[in-house]
Every structure is written in structure tokens, then in C-alpha cells.
């Protein structure tokens, strides 16, 4: 059966669509793994932060009953005693300054991949304290400025808030001359009483997820390298929410990029998976993302809503793995960029 070849999929551009990608710690530690952080800080776990971070110190130190291996445990555990206690603000301290000098390598990550795959009718929100999704954006604006909104949803080392004008920026400088200064985001809280409504700004980056998964914003969603861990209950509760229910959401898509078996995955996003209406990938270039980057929903709506067989039969156009250079993934998406310019000139014309 023949169907659109790639140079289709490239200039096929709809209007229509959303696609909400959902970031975990697993996203960062894939990219870091595949391009190391430029001064080679590893990404940690929860399970093996302690070490990285280089808490080993104040846990020797604390009183044995609040010990434990995993650090929100650990964090929480202290929170509960004391949070203004002489530990806490060390260790608030410490991540703090062991994530906000980390720098993406000048080589093409997955972030980079990731921010251009997208489109301004996306939505990219995470869970991640570290830079490289705030970096990557920076960076590939220089090529395009149709890239996805972001969602900053336990703050972020790069991410300050200004109270006074309502709107976000970079940590440490001002909106304007006379005030509106970006306060650093808070990073760290509780896993007993996350209270995601307390807090100003990660209220605002809930609302706007919370939209945007909703039924009439989004077809598409993916999940990478995110757990929905059991200490995470109120998040994976707000996703749920948002998500309405798998048996409201019977014609969208749900994909998970993880390397956890598929069996161990799809029991841990049941709710979200409408019967057999899910993707399952162990890296980031074998999702939906890589294979028609730019073009997901145009993908989605020709093979799960085809108006002609040529659709239901349409090739993908999946990106290379081995750019050395930002120039040349620039070089490679500037076919869909142009194509997407003369799809809006068009449906202005059409006005």
C-alpha cells in the first residue's frame, strides 16, 4: 500500500492538535548519559542523591530517626522536626548550588531535540530542578521562535518569580529598571504536605498544565522519565484530575519513554491508558517525538483519523541521532520551519 512520503509529512502542517510532554528525573539522567553535563556533574536519583550532591556529612550528623536513603524521605523526615532548622538550610543550600551551575554541552542534547520537536501549541512541563530544558529554549530561540510553552512544576534553579508582576524569568534579575525582581523559585518541599496551591507560582505552573491536559487543549500526551513516585501523591492526583480519566480520553494517545519493563509502565499510568491507546519506548528516539518531531499531531490525526488511505499509510520523518554541531539540527529542521511559515501565511490570506 503506498502511501505520503517523508517530503508529505514535512509539509503537512494542521492547526489543530496540543501535545503535553511530562518530564521526570529520568529525562535529564537519559540526556546526561547520551552528552555529559559540560563539567560532568551526574544527574542524581532520589535514591542516590545523598551521595552525589555530597550530603553524606549531615546525615552523619542528625539523629538516627531521621535517617534514610531516600532524600525526600530524609528532607521530610527533617521538616517535620524542625524546618528552620540549622540542617534544612544547609541542605537547601547544597542542591540549590549543585544544580544551578550545571551547563548543556555545546554539542545537540535531547533537550535540544526535545524544545525543537515542539511547537507553540505544546506544552513541555517538569519536574526537574536542573537547567537544561530553560538552557536548550535559550539556545534554540537564537534559530526559531515557535517553540512550546514550559511548565516549571517543583520550581526550578534557572526560574525566578516576580510577586509583583505576576510573571516568571530568569532567577536573580529584574523584569524592568524600577522593581519586578525574579525571587528564585522554592525547590524543596515536603513529600508529607505538598500543598502545590501555597505557593504562588507553582499554583500558576499547575493551572497551566492543568489546562492544557484538558480534554479540548491536548490529543497527545508523554511521560518521560517520570515515576509518579508514592511520595508524589498529590501530583499524580492533580495529572489524573486534569486528565479527566482514561474512559473520558478514549481516542487520545498516551506514550511513556522509560526503560522500566512495559508490563511494570503501563501498570503505573493505568489510569491514563484507555484500553490499547498507548506507546511504549525505552529512549528518547524511539518516541512519537523522534519520529515525526514538529508533526506529532499531524501524525496522530492521519493515522488514527484518516481522511485518505495515503494518510493511514504516511512515512514518518525521524531525526537523526548524530548531530555534532547546534548548526546542523538547525540546518535539518529548517525544511519544517519553512513549512509551517507558509502554512500562517496562507491561513492569513484565507482571513
Same mark, same amino acid.
Given at each position: 500500500?503506498?502511501?505520503?512520503?517523508?517530503?508529505?509529512?514535512?509539509?503537512?502542517?494542521?492547526?489543530?492538535?496540543?501535545? &503535553?510532554?511530562? *518530564?521526570?528525573?529520568?529525562?535529564? $539522567? @537519559?540526556?546526561?548519559?547520551?552528552? =555529559?553535563? +559540560?563539567?560532568?556533574?551526574?544527574?542524581?536519583?532520589?535514591?542516590?542523591?545523598?551521595?552525589?550532591?555530597?550530603?553524606?556529612?549531615?546525615?552523619?550528623?542528625?539523629?538516627?530517626?531521621?535517617?534514610?536513603?531516600?532524600?525526600?524521605?530524609?528532607?521530610?523526615?527533617?521538616?517535620?522536626?524542625?524546618?528552620?532548622?540549622?540542617?534544612?538550610?544547609?541542605?537547601?543550600?547544597?542542591?540549590?548550588?549543585?544544580?544551578?551551575?550545571?551547563?548543556?554541552?555545546?554539542?545537540?542534547?535531547?533537550?535540544?531535540?526535545? &524544545?525543537?520537536? *515542539?511547537?507553540?501549541?505544546?506544552? $513541555? @512541563?517538569?519536574?526537574?530542578?536542573? =537547567?537544561? +530544558?530553560?538552557?536548550?529554549?535559550?539556545?534554540?530561540?537564537?534559530?526559531?521562535?515557535?517553540?512550546?510553552?514550559?511548565?516549571?512544576?517543583?520550581?526550578?534553579?534557572?526560574?525566578?518569580?516576580?510577586?509583583?508582576?505576576?510573571?516568571?524569568?530568569?532567577?536573580?534579575?529584574?523584569?524592568?529598571?524600577?522593581?519586578?525582581?525574579?525571587?528564585?523559585?522554592?525547590?524543596?518541599?515536603?513529600?508529607?504536605?505538598?500543598?502545590?496551591?501555597?505557593?504562588?507560582?507553582?499554583?500558576?505552573?499547575?493551572?497551566?498544565?492543568?489546562?492544557? *491536559?484538558?480534554?479540548?487543549?491536548?490529543?497527545?500526551?508523554?511521560?518521560?522519565?517520570?515515576?509518579?513516585?508514592?511520595?508524589?501523591?498529590?501530583?499524580?492526583?492533580?495529572?489524573?484530575?486534569?486528565?479527566?480519566?482514561?474512559?473520558?480520553?478514549?481516542?487520545?494517545?498516551?506514550?511513556?519513554?522509560?526503560?522500566?519493563?512495559?508490563?511494570?509502565?503501563?501498570?503505573?499510568?493505568?489510569?491514563?491508558?484507555?484500553?490499547?491507546?498507548?506507546?511504549?519506548?525505552?529512549?528518547?528516539?524511539?518516541?512519537?517525538?523522534?519520529?515525526?518531531?514538529?508533526?506529532?499531531?499531524?501524525?496522530?490525526?492521519?493515522?488514527?483519523?484518516?481522511?485518505?488511505?495515503?494518510?493511514?499509510?504516511?512515512?514518518?520523518?525521524?531525526?537523526?541521532?548524530?548531530?555534532?554541531?547546534?548548526?546542523?539540527?538547525?540546518?535539518?529542521?529548517?525544511?519544517?520551519?519553512?513549512?509551517?511559515?507558509?502554512?500562517?501565511?496562507?491561513?492569513?490570506?484565507?482571513?
Amino acid at each position: 500500500m503506498t502511501g505520503l512520503k517523508r517530503e508529505d509529512r514535512i509539509n503537512t502542517v494542521y492547526g489543530g492538535g496540543g501535545h &503535553v510532554v511530562i *518530564l521526570g528525573a529520568g529525562a535529564s $539522567i @537519559a540526556s546526561t548519559l547520551r552528552n =555529559p553535563e +559540560l563539567s560532568g556533574k551526574k544527574l542524581p536519583s532520589m535514591d542516590n542523591f545523598i551521595e552525589l550532591v555530597g550530603l553524606e556529612d549531615i546525615l552523619e550528623s542528625i539523629d538516627d530517626r531521621f535517617k534514610a536513603k531516600n532524600f525526600e524521605t530524609l528532607y521530610s523526615n527533617l521538616h517535620r522536626d524542625d524546618p528552620n532548622s540549622t540542617a534544612i538550610k544547609e541542605i537547601e543550600r547544597r542542591v540549590i548550588s549543585y544544580f544551578k551551575d550545571m551547563r548543556l554541552p555545546e554539542e545537540p542534547t535531547i533537550y535540544d531535540l526535545l &524544545v525543537l520537536s *515542539l511547537r507553540p501549541r505544546d506544552l $513541555i @512541563a517538569t519536574f526537574n530542578w536542573d =537547567p537544561f +530544558l530553560y538552557q536548550a529554549f535559550c539556545r534554540n530561540s537564537k534559530f526559531t521562535k515557535d517553540l512550546p510553552l514550559m511548565s516549571f512544576l517543583h520550581g526550578n534553579v534557572s526560574i525566578g518569580y516576580s510577586y509583583e508582576d505576576k510573571r516568571c524569568g530568569l532567577a536573580g534579575m529584574y523584569m524592568r529598571r524600577d522593581g519586578g525582581f525574579f525571587e528564585p523559585t522554592k525547590l524543596l518541599y515536603p513529600v508529607h504536605e505538598k500543598n502545590y496551591n501555597q505557593d504562588e507560582f507553582i499554583s500558576t505552573e499547575w493551572d497551566r498544565l492543568k489546562f492544557w *491536559l484538558g480534554e479540548k487543549s491536548t490529543k497527545l500526551v508523554t511521560v518521560f522519565g517520570y515515576g509518579a513516585p508514592e511520595s508524589d501523591v498529590e501530583a499524580v492526583r492533580l495529572l489524573d484530575e486534569a486528565y479527566g480519566g482514561k474512559d473520558a480520553r478514549n481516542m487520545e494517545q498516551f506514550e511513556v519513554i522509560d526503560v522500566q519493563d512495559e508490563d511494570v509502565v503501563v501498570n503505573r499510568w493505568d489510569k491514563f491508558i484507555h484500553s490499547h491507546h498507548y506507546d511504549y519506548a525505552t529512549s528518547y528516539f524511539e518516541s512519537s517525538l523522534a519520529r515525526n518531531p514538529r508533526r506529532t499531531s499531524e501524525n496522530y490525526f492521519q493515522h488514527v483519523l484518516p481522511t485518505t488511505i495515503a494518510e493511514a499509510f504516511s512515512e514518518s520523518n525521524p531525526i537523526p541521532s548524530d548531530f555534532s554541531t547546534m548548526k546542523e539540527l538547525w540546518e535539518w529542521h529548517r525544511p519544517l520551519i519553512e513549512a509551517e511559515e507558509k502554512w500562517k501565511e496562507k491561513q492569513l490570506m484565507n482571513k
